[in-house]
């Protein structure tokens, strides 16, 4: 049994302008330590897969409306809003792209993280400032102390991320989304980020869904990929894979576009072209308007089958059928 099985996910948002098929039959497994990068063009569906594991997806408008999220074996879709607010921050975590907005700025650093100890740990009193100074020290803070009696505009970026990261790992989650975690930091920042969170994964054996349109943090942090594309998973392999042997011709055309993988600096996706509208996706394959190995079959037929290549190798393109 995987740790974490997604199966044909589906999560629209009902818009006047029409239903915008924002994920689209996504499915994917994540054994239990390992660290499963989501990658992809803006709004291909990244953020709304996260939010939709911790259900967590924007209301009205959004709705899952297919699939299965088996988290060790358990169905998210069917549990409660009770049992899920018991789940989210104690089994599953999430860290968003932007601190600021997962800090409240009314709170200082103590009420935050203590918030989060004493409701998932029922710590109080010294024992609760005490693994709060703890937490803070394991994301590297160097005055933990000072830093819990913080507003969060008192601490700089980095700081407000790694605070973020400490209340997201408090309770010792299994699984932790992080979403764009580094966006708002500067380079040198991110790259400590990044360094501390591969340790602690590899410390605490997490695993870690890591959402990014950036390959070199892919490669990075990564041991396998799904290379996203209008609310689809168009392929998914092992991270060297990926890189050395891409299937699929939307994977093929962001690899051109990025040079190496053992390269440090910042490679973010772009490639000629617009994806297609999500709330009027063409018959067919989502990616033929772009694609330079389009067919007839890829414009007329049904959106191609998703098809093994071996080795947990995965591509959805009627090349491959
Ligand atoms: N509240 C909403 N109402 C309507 N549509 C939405 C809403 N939130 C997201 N969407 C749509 O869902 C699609 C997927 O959005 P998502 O945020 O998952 O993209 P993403 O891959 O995370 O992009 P980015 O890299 O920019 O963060 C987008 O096309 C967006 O238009
Ligand atoms: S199915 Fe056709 S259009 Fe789609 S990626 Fe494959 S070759 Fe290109
Ligand atoms: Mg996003």
Redesign the pocket.
Known sequence: MSFLEVKNLKTY?F?RWGT?K?VDGVSFCLNEGEALGLV??????????SLSILRLV?QP??RIIGGQVLLQGEDLLQKSEKEMRRIRGARISMILQDPMSSLNPVFTIENQLGESLQIHRGLKGRGLWERAVEMLKMVRIASPEVCLKNWPHQLSGGMRQRVVAAIALSCEPHLLIA??PTTALDATIQVQFLRLLSELQRKTGLTLVF?T?DFGIVARMCNRVGV?YA?KIVEMADVRTIFDQPAHPYTQALMKAVPNIDEEEERLISIDGQPPP?HNLPPGCVFASRCSSVSSKCRYDEYPPTVELGNGHTVSCWKHV
Do not use: Q
């Open positions: 948002f818009t915008v924002a992809g063009e803006s709004g291909c569906g990244k953020s709304v897969t924007p408008a959004g979403d764009e959402v349109h996203m609310g999500l």
